[in-house]
């Protein structure tokens, strides 16, 4: 008995194991995070020299791996789905050990590795690290003078740019911030006695 692999996202497409003990035997899929229940992922396919009666006739398990239980096997087929939609930001990878039996009267069996590569999605907007900062200016300070920095993280990867963002003042204060570093300069003379307090929004927004 032989496993091989039928998915244009395997990198293998056909492997010998000839030992029901050796499962060393890695083949890869991928699937992009939060796809829904009963998307297909690929497919196992056992043959065996066997061609007739219950030899022939094979029975497919996940026996390790599914962490979660994020994904199924078709028993009869050996097609791979989603059971439970899978967030890359907690599962970047999977490896399951999948077993197929025959149905002999001595039934043989053997076993293989799948690993399942979660891709990430921009499904996380970029948060600042306060949602409130507060600073004291001398009201001498010059114009280009670097006052405040703001900072935010976004826990996408960067896959796609998905963690790569922008920073921006909406209002018409005088103040800028440089859309990269989030520096906060002095865009014109500060007076105390025309404005005493000044409150600016900053907007982080993804970079494309």
Excluded: W
Aim: some cysteine; charged content about 20%; hydrophobic content about 35%.
């Amino acid at each position: 008995m032989h496993i091989c692999l039928n998915n244009f996202h395997c990198s293998v497409t056909d492997q010998m194991i000839t030992n029901v003990s050796n499962i060393e035997y890695c083949f890869s899929f991928s699937n992009i995070e939060n796809t829904p229940t009963g998307t297909f992922i690929g497919k196992v396919v056992a043959k065996d020299p066997d061609v007739v009666g219950n030899n022939a006739v094979f029975r497919y398990s996940i026996i390790s791996g599914n962490v979660n239980s994020h994904f199924l096997i078709d028993p009869d087929d050996g097609t791979l789905s989603v059971a439970v939609p899978v967030d890359f930001e907690v599962t970047r990878s999977v490896l399951l050990v999948i077993e197929v039996s025959d149905f002999g009267s001595i039934p043989l069996s053997d076993k293989c590795t799948v690993n399942i590569s979660i891709q990430d999605v921009n499904d996380n907007p970029p948060e600042f690290a306060t949602a409130t900062l507060t600073e004291f200016l001398p009201e001498d300070a010059g114009v280009g003078d670097v006052v405040s920095r703001v900072s935010a993280k976004d826990i996408d990867s960067d896959r796609n740019d998905n963690n790569v963002f922008l920073f921006r003042i909406p209002q018409d204060v005088p103040f800028t911030v440089d859309p990269r570093s989030g520096n906060v300069t002095v865009k014109e003379p500060l007076d105390r006695e025309l404005q005493e307090r000044c409150k600016a929004q900053y907007i982080s927004y993804m970079y494309k």
